[in-house]
């Protein structure tokens, strides 16, 4: 009997290792303060169809908020990402209520490198996603040019070098968007296909 659960324990480590050789390495950008819903939409997804993944706070440091207050630590800041895009097959961006303020603070040096990390992904032709003002910033980045996207409401006059659309979802070649965080379930159903 020994023998028997030693090899099932060998065969369910072995095909573990498996999945997580084949699954994609996702990089997920975590704004300060972050989206909660949304983040862990994607945490969670990913965890549960083993995807690995790294968290990177656009923040000078690894604890940021969610919009309602709650402190969270990110594995790393986007500082310690730029120059290691390779590491990685997608990267995803989780907006939040830092969004409203980017236009003051875009000179900061994260900012700089979040802006820097999606230039660096869209480059290697990498799977990028996001939701909320993602498309807004993937079109700053320059990744988005010509390019489908999912809008927010509120962002539409803003976008000029992507295509906007009304649909709640948009899949285009490498960048994956959603309108709201409420797509972000429909977005996932696409992207988890993808980073399988």
């Not at 000029?160 to 490498?174: K, Q, S």
């Amino acid at each position: 009997m020994g023998t028997k659960e030693s090899t099932l324990d060998s065969n369910i480590d072995l095909f573990n290792f498996n999945i997580l050789i084949m699954a994609k390495k996702v990089a997920v950008l975590v704004v300060n303060p972050v989206n909660g819903f949304g983040l862990f939409h994607y945490l969670e997804s990913f965890y549960e169809n083993g995807i690995p993944y790294k968290t990177f706070a656009v923040a000078p440091a690894t604890q940021v908020k969610t919009n309602s207050g709650i402190s969270i630590q990110t594995d790393d800041v986007i500082a310690n990402l730029k120059g290691h895009e390779a590491d990685y097959d997608a990267l995803v961006f989780a907006c939040g209520d830092a969004m409203p303020k980017f236009g003051e603070n875009a000179g900061k040096p994260e900012n700089q490198d979040l802006i820097a990390v999606i230039q660096a992904f869209g480059d290697k032709e990498k799977i990028i996603a996001g939701h909320c003002v993602a498309a807004l910033i993937f079109d700053i980045a320059g990744i988005a040019k010509g390019k489908k996207v999912a809008l927010h409401p509120y962002i539409k006059d803003a976008v000029t070098g992507a295509t906007g659309t009304n649909e709640t979802t948009v899949v285009d070649g490498n960048i994956y968007t959603a309108q709201t965080e409420n797509a972000i379930g429909s977005l996932l159903t696409k992207l988890l296909e993808a980073l399988k």
